[in-house]
Every structure is written in structure tokens, then in C-alpha cells.
DNA sequence: AGCGGAGCCTA
DNA sequence: GTAGGCTCCGCTG
């Protein structure tokens, strides 16, 4: 059964201000209330409720005191060091990821109330953390009262040990004995005892006051005496459980906690054990949350209250109209007219856009606005829908006129599927999972479900709640209407609430703002093209390799079994662990992470020398990659539609900046040796057309060359020729001419290594020279570069100031475990921080220099941008256009950054890919 | 059927 | 030593 924790702030603050001692941090600001209300939140997180809110007073008058003006009256004002604790408090329940409630008008005790019924009514079990009595009256089988303070539980039965009355009766027994500390009349000298005697008598309130006249002696007078007052009395005391909210139990949702806001609270206010406990669980998990805001100085005044308050606007449940009419679908053409920005989303039968047919499209103008017009559910009985095509039609213009600003949840995937429908969507302004994407790549991931979830506290409707999940998925032309409404009107609107959320916190970060608005956002249509362009695979040269691989596959593998006496699962490191260490007693040389003895490359290669096995085992690998990886798989994936295959390309999945493919993923087609790089002797143009590459010469290390501004290496990049060759004649202080094949390679392994962040005992890895010979290079090295050690120190330190480092166009490239206890994680994020700005500025710089040559080609039809591998763009050309394509290419990638060094970029042409290089 | 580990391809 | 995605096995449901 779903749990739903209520906390009582206010409750809580006082109570703990006044039972513990008044603590203060070396600042000398108070802490021991603050200590206790952040002991019990953590208490109260280990019970791991499905919902949960932290509930306090808003500031300003509530109904009480317009009822009765005495009410509260003769309160003391908050002491100041209790008032001092009240905003790190907030701070620290929003850090928590606690949704905060407050609603003006009404008392705490009110919300709880209210939000206790509804949540009985769903079937949740409530617990309500207080230690206020009047909640008692709260209590019923499936509401619970808990002190977390003195670690004790009231149900039913403890109501009544407690009081001598039922729960259903307290609200009478604190009318009776009235309230001192809030000015609430009772009946004078009637104190717990006699109250629960009377109401055990007469039953209820009424009962008491209808036998006033039986109760004798001097108590009867003074109950007489109250008569007039009690019903004011009892309304006082009643708490509301029926206040209108804009937010159910359910939206109550823990968000993801800020951890590194937490740890910077906890360590101002010096809770210990707290941080020890934020320590522990980051390793285990190895992970630490982002923090979301601006980095560096957080001052808790600032974040605390708004940012987690639930906003009503944001986070309220939305109202949704199913559109199968044309009166109903031509009121929202108007509406999409009239809209300053018009947030879609469509439904289809398949995640891959190339395949998928459109099921029905949702609109959001305002949030908690939407609508779902239903265009192809085709399940027995499913009611008459709009005609896809006069909708799509009537939709069209809309869609196509760049003046209308549009806003979509990963939108390329919807102007793909438009696009199958003749649809090329234009003005796209926003999309919410950019946004997010930019303001914090690693902090989250950037689907809906997790956006709404942190960024709004909402859980949204699931795909598999709709349609079910593995074999059993329907596809969501079967979900019936009224379903399928709530769940893709609901996609439009929350990317609408999610966009309002996002866009103000981009907007206020100028850089963020460009790298969003330059780069990202008109990117988009520029991938949507390449997948939807696809690349031409020529099938035939894949299977032959198939079938060749295939068969010296199964000579290895005879060969194999042979020499180890029985047959085993070459691909199976298990079993081939369990050959060659056991059987046939080879000495493992290294060890996986797990601590089994490693059968990986290195591992083989280092003992090749000792048996025949293990280098059948090599080959065979390399071979078996190749084949599985890439020939099968690459004519397998051949759309049989367009001829050609289809990537996609990701926009939000790399921390650094970079897009990633998948779906077959390009960006990893072997090129390294003769075998693999006949694979991409397959990728090739249509007759008459050519494939050209075009790729930047050492962009990361010229960038680093700009970055760091250091002059020997900015000379080496102006001198033109080979930068090893250049970096190796000053590390061993040789003439340029002279440099040994040896030292060029030692050369180039430190160029790259210190891109990556590396270590001298990395280095000597690599070169296999002692860790003595290596730190002496690259001693060398930084002498003659000091610039390079300068800018990796700074590119260190900021890291560790703001949390994050950036590339030349400020993008912010956020590093986890910078703080971690656990030196390998640190040290490991510290090599991130030092590599993020080269891997993510040449990604920035590819990204422009393809929608500058998106532009370019925008009304040719003689050449299309097909493919990206991070620093090489692949297209294809008419034979007739190839020198004014390379020319134009060549200018645009050159000129996408201006840096301290040129931009050298290579260009090859050739039937195929292969041939291009 | 879904998941983690091992292994390996790219820039 | 940075950043990814994909395939396989072998385990768990």
C-alpha cells in the first residue's frame, strides 16, 4: 500500500527550539532547532514514502482570525533565534527534495488535514509527522499520527488511551477544555479528565450542551456559563479537511535531492552526521547529485521557500479534451493561431521515426491547457475519429510557418514523423529537453518523465501504464481514446509547464542562453535531415564479408577446440577463463574489476607468447566484432523503404557536449585496421555521386593550444606540418628532421594523454617505458609548454570552485565526485574537468559548422550532409558539384570558430567511404 | 524478457 | 587516462 508522510513544519521548529539546547555553528548563527527538524526529515526519508510533503504556515491571516479576532492573540512573537532558523530550514527541506506546501488562508494543520482524506479516499496510508495533539482528531484506521521527537505512534487505540475518547471525538474534548496557548474559550475548569467523562456520558459536544442543565456543582456553571461560546470554540479547533488545493496526495512525489546544496547547508550549519550520511550514500552509489542553480556561493535565503514550493500553476492536474469533432478541432486551430508559443507532441506505433506510423497529435498553449486529436487508433470499437488527412492538412501551415514559434520534448523525433506526412516543420523555438540539457547535462536525464519529476515534482503518466511493457506492448493506435488522451495531452502540457519551469533559469545565464539558442535549438532540423537522408549501404559487399569472416570464423574456432582438447564458447570469457587458467595453467596476468582473472586483449596479448590459444582467441575476436558488430548487423538494419540506414542521432545523452549515434550506432565504424576498414568500403553514394569526408586536423589539441595560449604550442599550429614531430624535436631538443619514429610516437602519446588528463605512471603505461622515463618526458614537456600546465591547473581549480568547467562558447560541463572522499572517483573527475573543455568545445564547434553548411545547402540538391563522427562531417555529392561542395564545406568548418590557430580541416573524395580518407 | 559484466569499436 | 554505443554471456525473474 502507497504511503503518504505529512510533515508539520511549524510544529516541528517550535517544538524543537524549545526541547533542544540552543546550539550555534562557528558563525554564531542558531542551529538547534534546524539540528532537529533535520534529524527527524532523515528519519522520515528512511521510511521511503511513495509521497511525502513538508507543510507550513503562509505568512498572513488565516479564517481563524477573522472568525474570532482573540484567536492567537496573546502568542509571543517568534524569538529572533528561532525566526533565524526558519529560511536555512526551507533551504534545507527543498534541498531534501521535500515538495513544500504553504496556502495562504489556512493553517498547516488545514492542508495536512484535507490532504490526509483525499489521500484515505485513494487507499493511501497516511502518516501525519507531528507533535501537536489536535491532530488527533485526524486519526482514523488508515491515518496515523507519528513524533519523531519522542519517537512515538498514535493510531485509534492510542487516541484513546491517550485522551479517554475516540479520534471522531476530539474535536468536542478540545472544545471543552479550550486551548490557553492559542486563545481558545472552553469550559473553565474542565481539564482532559472531566471533558472525557462528559463526552463518555453524552456521546458528542451536542449530547453535553443538551444536558448542560444535569451537571451539577460549581463545574455545571461554569459549562452553563460557556454555552454561548462553544460553537465558535469548536470551529476554532476543527481542523478543515475539505480546503480547495490545486495539487493532490499524488503529485506529492519526493523530487531527486540537490546533494551538493545539501552538503554545503549541512556544512554551514555543521550537522556531522548528516554529511557523514551524504557521504556514505554517494559511496555506494559512486554518484553526486549536480547542483541545479547557479554553482558556487549559495546563500540559503536566496534558494529556500519558492524553489520547492509547489506552484500551483506548475504542478496542478491539467485539464484535457479529447478533439474528434471538427467544431472542436477548428476551436483549436484558432487557438494554435492565437498561441504566443505552441507546444506538440505527436503519437505513433514505433519509437524509430522512419518506421512509425502517426497515431494522434496533442497541443499545449497554456499550461493545464491541452488537447489530443486521435487520427489512427484502430482497436474494435474504437469510436469515430477526425480524418487524419484533413487534419494534417488544416495543420500544415501551422506547422510550416516559421513565424509561429513551436515547442516540442525531444522535437526532432516529431518533425521526423511529420515529415513522413509531407510536413516540414519550421520555427522551432524551445525544446524542453535542450533546455535542460544545457542548464545541466549530467544533473539528470532528459526525458519528460525524469524532467517533470525534478523540475516539477509531477509524476507522469507512464508509457507502460498505457500500453503495457516487453512482449505484451500494444501499440498505442490500440489505447483507447479516453486513455490516450490523458497521456498525450498531458506530454504537450507538461513540455509546456516544463519549458516555463527551464526557460527563465537558461535566460538568466547569457552563454547558456546563446548555446542554446546558436547552437543547439538549429541544430535540430539539421540532424532531423541527416536521419531522415540516411546513408546508402551497398548490401552485397557486407554479406560477401559476412560469409568471409564467417568462414575463417569456424577455422579459428576448429583450431581452438583442437588445442584445447574439447569444444568450448569462444565467445564466452567464462569458459575461456576456465581453459586456459585451469585447464591448461597459464598464468593470469591481470585481473577484471570483479577480481576473475581477465581474458580481454591485454590480458591475451601478454600471454600469446607462452601458448597458441590465446592469439586464436584474438583473431577470432577480431573478427567476430567485425562481423557481429557491423557486416550482419549493417545489412540487417537497411531500411527496405529508403534503401538506406538510418541513424539516430542524440542530442542529450553526452555530458561534454558532443551527439552521440545509436540505432545502428556510426560513430564507431572500425578504421584502425585493413580488415575493419573495408567495412566502410560498403558505405557508398548513389551512381553518379561521390562520398567526401571532411575532418578537423588535431582540433582538441588546438584547442587546448588556444585555451591555454601557451607559445610554443600556438607557434607549433602557425608553423603548419606535424605537431608531434614538432612537440617530440622540443621534448628531446632535437632538429625537427631528426626525430626518431620513437620519439614522435612518445611525443604524440603525451599530446593525447594530456588531453585526457593523464598521469606520468599513465604515460609510462601507454609507452611501456618505467614511470621514472615517463614523468622525465613530461617534465621535458612542461618546461618547454608551461603554459599547458598553467591552464590545466586553472582548468583544475575552477572545477573545483564552481563545480563545472566550460568550453570557448560557455557551455558549462558539470563534474561529478569532485568532492568525494573516495580519491579514485575524485581523481578521476578531476581528469573529466581537465578534458571536458577540449572534447566539449570541439564539439561546439562541429555543431556550428554544420548548421553554417546546413545553410549552405539548404536549396541544392547536389549534396547532403549525411553523417557526423565528432571531428569529420560525411556527405554525398553529385560528381558535378563535388570542388564548389568541398570549397564551401571546407570554408564553413574553418570558419565556425575563430581561434588563436587555424582550423585546419582535411577533405577526401572517393566512391565510398573508405576511399574518402 | 531484462539486466549487469566483460569486452571492444570510435573520436 | 576523456567521451560514447553495441554485442555477447549468464544470471535473474
Given amino acids: 500500500m502507497a504511503k503518504l508522510i505529512l510533515i508539520d513544519g511549524s510544529s516541528y521548529l517550535y517544538r524543537a527550539f524549545h526541547a533542544l539546547p540552543p546550539l550555534s555553528n562557528a558563525r554564531g548563527e542558531p542551529t538547534g532547532a534546524l539540528f532537529g527538524v533535520v534529524n527527524m526529515l532523515r528519519a522520515t526519508l528512511k521510511a521511503k514514502p511513495e509521497y511525502l510533503a513538508f507543510v507550513s504556515d503562509a505568512p498572513g491571516p488565516t479564517f481563524r482570525d477573522t472568525l474570532y479576532a482573540q484567536y492567537k492573540a496573546h502568542r509571543p512573537p517568534m524569538p529572533d533565534d528561532l525566526r533565524a532558523q526558519v529560511e536555512p530550514m526551507l533551504a534545507i527541506v527543498g534541498a531534501l527534495g521535500f515538495p513544500i506546501l504553504r496556502v495562504p488562508g489556512v493553517e498547516a494543520d488545514d492542508v495536512i488535514g484535507t490532504l490526509a482524506v483525499q489521500a484515505q479516499a485513494l487507499g493511501i496510508e497516511v502518516l501525519v509527522s507531528t507533535s501537536d495533539k489536535d491532530m488527533a482528531q485526524l486519526v482514523s484506521p488508515h491515518v496515523t499520527l507519528v513524533n519523531t521527537m519522542s519517537n512515538t505512534m ?196 514505433s519509437i524509430d521515426a522512419m518506421r512509425a506510423d502517426i497515431v494522434g497529435i496533442s497541443f499545449a498553449v497554456q499550461a493545464g491547457k491541452a488537447c489530443y486529436i486521435p487520427l489512427g487508433h484502430d482497436y474494435p470499437g474504437a469510436p469515430k475519429q477526425l480524418d487524419r488527412h484533413h487534419v494534417l492538412a488544416a495543420l500544415k501551415p501551422v506547422f510550416e510557418d516559421p513565424t509561429r514559434p513551436k515547442l516540442g520534448q525531444h522535437a526532432k523525433y516529431d518533425i521526423n514523423i511529420l515529415s513522413n506526412y509531407g510536413i516540414a516543420v519550421q520555427g522551432l523555438k524551445h525544446d524542453s529537453m535542450l533546455e535542460s540539457y544545457v542548464w545541466n547535462a549530467t544533473a539528470t536525464r532528459h526525458d519528460m518523465d525524469s524532467l517533470a519529476k525534478k523540475y516539477l515534482g509531477y509524476e507522469t503518466i507512464k508509457y507502460e501504464q498505457v500500453a503495457g511493457k516487453g512482449a505484451k506492448q500494444i501499440s498505442f493506435s490500440q489505447v483507447d481514446l479516453d486513455t490516450a488522451c490523458r497521456y498525450a495531452a498531458e506530454d504537450a502540457d507538461i513540455t509546456l509547464r516544463l519549458h516555463h519551469a527551464l526557460w527563465p533559469k537558461l535566460d538568466s545565464v547569457p552563454a547558456l542562453r546563446k548555446v542554446y539558442e546558436e547552437i543547439e535549438i538549429p541544430l535540430v532540423p539539421v540532424l532531423a535531415a541527416m536521419e531522415q537522408r540516411g546513408v546508402l549501404i551497398d548490401g552485397d559487399v557486407l554479406r560477401r564479408q559476412s560469409q568471409q569472416l564467417g568462414k575463417r570464423m569456424l577455422e579459428l574456432q576448429q583450431q581452438a577446440h583442437a588445442v584445447a582438447t574439447h569444444e568450448f564458447n569462444l565467445d564466452s570469457p567464462k569458459q575461456l577463463q576456465t581453459v586456459l587458467f585451469d585447464e591448461l595453467g597459464l598464468q593470469a596476468k591481470l585481473k577484471t574489476p570483479t577480481g576473475q582473472p581477465s581474458t580481454n586483449e591485454e590480458a591475451l596479448e601478454a600471454i600469446a607468447d607462452t601458448h597458441e590459444l590465446p592469439r586464436l582467441i584474438l583473431d577470432y575476436r577480431s573478427l567476430a566484432k567485425l562481423r557481429s558488430t557491423y557486416t550482419d548487423k549493417l545489412s540487417s538494419i537497411v531500411n527496405p523503404r529508403t534503401g538506406r540506414v538510418h541513424t539516430s542521432y542524440h542530442q542529450g545523452s553526452v555530458a561534454t557536449g558532443r551527439v552521440s549515434s545509436s540505432d545502428p550506432n556510426l560513430q564507431n565504424i572500425p578504421v584502425r585496421t585493413e580488415e575493419g576498414r573495408r567495412i566502410r568500403q560498403a558505405f557508398i553514394a548513389p551512381p553518379g555521386w561521390q562520398v567526401l569526408a571532411a575532418d578537423y586536423s588535431q582540433i582538441e589539441l588546438r584547442i587546448m593550444a588556444h585555451l591555454s595560449g601557451d607559445e610554443g604550442l600556438l607557434r607549433a599550429f602557425h608553423a603548419g606540418g606535424d605537431v608531434h614531430r614538432a612537440t617530440a624535436a622540443e621534448v628531446f631538443g632535437v632538429p625537427p628532421e631528426e626525430v626518431t619514429t620513437n620519439q614522435r610516437r612518445a611525443a604524440k602519446a603525451i599530446n593525447f594523454g594530456l588531453m585526457y588528463g593523464m598521469s606520468a605512471f599513465g604515460l609510462a603505461r601507454q609507452l611501456s617505458v618505467d614511470r621514472g622515463e615517463a614523468s622525465d618526458y613530461m617534465g621535458r614537456y612542461f618546461s618547454r609548454y608551461p603554459g599547458v600546465r598553467a591552464f590545466m591547473e586553472a582548468t583544475r581549480e575552477q572545477a573545483h570552485r564552481n563545480g563545472y568547467v566550460e568550453t570557448i562558447f560557455g557551455r558549462r560541463l558539470y563534474l561529478e565526485n569532485l568532492t568525494s572522499r573516495n580519491q579514485g572517483l575524485r581523481q578521476g573527475a578531476e581528469r573529466a574537468a581537465v578534458n571536458a573543455p577540449m572534447q566539449g568545445s570541439a564539439a561546439d564547434i562541429i555543431k556550428r559548422a554544420m548548421i553554417a553548411v546546413a545553410a549552405w545547402l539548404k536549396d541544392r540538391d547536389d549534396a547532403h550532409m549525411l553523417m557526423q563522427v565528432h571531428d569529420e562531417l560525411v556527405f554525398e555529392v553529385r560528381a558535378d558539384a563535388v570542388d564548389e561542395v568541398r570549397a564551401a564545406v571546407v570554408e564553413r568548418m574553418s570558419g565556425a570558430a575563430e581561434l588563436a590557430v587555424p582550423l585546419v580541416v582535411d577533405v577526401g573524395v572517393g566512391a565510398n567511404w573508405d576511399e574518402a580518407h
Fill in 154 to 349: 498514535m493510531d485509534r487505540d492510542g487516541v484513546m488511551a491517550k485522551f479517554g475518547v475516540r479520534p471522531e471525538q476530539i474535536v468536542d474534548f478540545l472544545t471543552l477544555t479550550g486551548d490557553t496557548v492559542d486563545n481558545v474559550p472552553g469550559v473553565s475548569k474542565c481539564g482532559p479528565k472531566t471533558a472525557a467523562k462528559w463526552l463518555a456520558e453524552y456521546g458528542t459536544l451536542d449530547g453535553v450542551i443538551a444536558n448542560a442543565d444535569k451537571v451539577g456543582g460549581k463545574i455545571g456553571e461554569c459549562l452553563r456559563e460557556a454555552l454561548p461560546l462553544l460553537p465558535l470554540s469548536r470551529q476554532l479547533v476543527t481542523i478543515k479537511t475539505d480546503v480547495p488545493l490545486e495539487f493532490g496526495p499524488t503529485d506529492l512525489a519526493q523530487r531527486d535531492p540537490d546533494t551538493a546544496q545539501l552538503r554545503e547547508l549541512y556544512a554551514r550549519y555543521e550537522f556531522k552526521a548528516a554529511l557523514k550520511d551524504l557521504d556514505a550514500a554517494e559511496q555506494a552509489t559512486g554518484i553526486v547529485e549536480q547542483p541545479t542553480g547557479e554553482a558556487g556561493a549559495v546563500e540559503p535565503a536566496v534558494l529556500s521557500g519558492p524553489v520547492a514550493v509547489i506552484d500551483a500553476a506548475l504542478s496542478a492536474p491539467g485539464d484535457y479534451e479529447l478533439v474528434t469533432t471538427l467544431t472542436q478541432f477548428d476551436a483549436w486551430l484558432e487557438r494554435l493561431r492565437d498561441a504566443e508559443l505552441i507546444a506538440f507532441d505527436t503519437e505513433t506505433t
